[in-house]
């Protein structure tokens, strides 16, 4: 749990995906739209990916991937960041992270 709670911290963006997950490809193009620059891991190329998979379950990420980390904290996957964009609320989360500017 500490080596994906690390690297999601190490950035104002961070995604855990998968290279097959087309809901990952989609959430970070959500992101990047807003002119921010996500640091992704792709748990199925990475070296630790399976460790960061089991960690981001026990974090409660279900489906691990895409596991979003905004601001240093874990936001959740694709069901929450969407919900977030359609309140209007992701862009304001992206300013507070310092991941976009305005």
């Not at 190490?10 to 002119?35: D, Q």
Request: glycine share 8%; hydrophobic share 45%.
């Amino acid at each position: 749990m500490d080596v994906a709670m690390k690297l999601g911290a190490s950035s104002a963006v961070v995604i855990f995906t998968k290279s097959s997950c087309c809901i990952s490809h989609t959430i970070e193009t959500l992101i990047r739209s807003f002119g921010a620059n996500p640091t992704v891991y792709e748990l199925d190329t990475h070296p630790n990916g399976k460790q960061m998979e089991k960690a981001l379950i026990e974090l409660g990420c279900q489906p691990s991937v895409p596991a979003i980390f905004i601001g240093k904290e874990l936001v959740g996957g694709a069901n929450e960041i969407m919900s977030l964009n359609v309140r209007g609320k992701l862009k304001q989360l992206l300013i507070r992270a310092n991941a976009i500017w305005v």
